[in-house]
């Protein structure tokens, strides 16, 4: 037994974290539905006429803000019917789905399965409600790990270096003034001492530090070490390229959250590279993670993985298929680097 393999949940644990996935995601499609519907319709007189209004409060600014939708007509006589009609039941759904969360929560204390800290998730969750957290912007720090976890129904051995006072995003398009920001736009929704910081891929609090970077960047930096020959690379770039995908955590709050970050295999892949680069505490996380998915991720990962990197394949124990299988998968295969 490695003193990095995960410790499995009891069935009471695992219930929870299933429910509680399953509650969460029904809240965040009734809160999509409600956010289409957001604001008010109302007739407004001009000028001896009257005219439907969309009015609505800025996110950003705080500002009331509205639209003419046109004159009174039977036309935006029924957008207004239709619109209060879609409104109240997408009042009554996101009501209906947020009220188990404050019981779930609760639970959660009770059971010890908060591992994601507050203000991490409370910036996921408000990067999900803006609709930018995805394929195109997502999570790759020690946070992430936490949704493995609950998906899996283990928790890993503490002291993988773990770092509640950051938030790592990753891009797959290049970093800009205009992006970050937004993103402190965003982060000041949630906490208003979040500010630009003087490194030009930052957002900062007075305890908290977002950093914004590429995946061209990521790679750069990995070519740039000179520890990696080409095998290498090509077996990292395609981790790094890799889509990511969705697991629900839960904070130390007690609320889950929906983090959107690598495929567990890419993640442990990377981190054992980062530390062969220079940065501690990457080994233990990939060596950890790594053991994740091998006794409890359905995924495993390629061989090509432990031709190119075999120390990390020993510590990890991937197994080595047998060259006479028939169903021997093709190590090109890019299922086994994403989902």
């Excluded at 399953?22 to 000028?47: H, I, N, Y």
């Excluded at 910081?197 to 740039?224: C, G, M, P, Q």
């Excluded at 709050?253 to 990457?282: C, Q, T």
Aim: with cysteine.
């Amino acid at each position: 037994m490695s003193r990095f393999d995960p410790m499995p949940l009891d069935d009471q644990q695992v219930r929870y974290l299933h429910g509680a996935a399953k509650a969460w995601r029904r809240f965040l499609a009734a809160q999509d539905e409600r956010s289409a519907v957001d604001g008010a319709l109302a007739w407004k007189t001009s000028k001896g006429r009257e005219y439907l209004v969309h009015s609505w409060y800025d996110s950003e600014t705080g500002t009331k803000r509205s639209r003419s939708l046109g004159p009174r007509s039977l036309k935006t006589e029924g957008e207004k019917l239709e619109f209060d009609h879609r409104r109240r039941r997408a009042d009554e759904a996101l009501a209906a789905a947020k009220a188990p969360l404050d019981r779930l929560s609760r639970v959660a204390k009770a059971l010890r399965l908060g591992r994601m800290d507050n203000t991490a998730a409370g910036i996921l969750r408000e990067l999900r409600r803006e609709r930018v957290l995805g394929p195109e912007l997502y999570a790759t720090d020690y946070s992430v790990v936490a949704g493995y976890e609950a998906q899996a129904g283990v928790f890993l051995p503490r002291g993988l270096g773990e770092e509640p006072d950051r938030l790592e995003l990753c891009m797959t398009a290049e970093v800009d003034d205009a992006l970050l920001d937004d993103l402190a736009k965003a982060c000041r929704r949630m906490d208003s001492s979040f500010r630009r910081a003087t490194d030009a891929t930052k957002v900062v609090s007075d305890r908290f530090t977002v950093t914004l970077f590429s995946r061209r960047a990521t790679l750069n930096w990995l070519r740039r070490s000179g520890e990696f020959d080409r095998d290498q690379l090509d077996v990292l770039a395609g981790a790094i390229e890799a889509r990511p995908i969705r697991t629900v955590a839960i904070a130390k709050n007690g609320m889950p959250v929906e983090i959107v970050g690598p495929d567990p295999r890419n993640f442990a892949l990377l981190h054992y590279a980062s530390k062969i680069a220079g940065i501690e505490p990457g080994q233990n996380r990939a060596f950890a993670v790594g053991r994740l998915v091998e006794k409890h991720w359905p995924d495993k990962f390629s061989p090509r993985v432990a031709e190119a990197f075999p120390e990390f394949a020993k510590n990890v124990g991937i197994a080595s298929p047998a060259a006479d299988d028939p169903d021997l998968p093709d190590p090109e295969e890019p299922r086994f680097f994403g989902p």
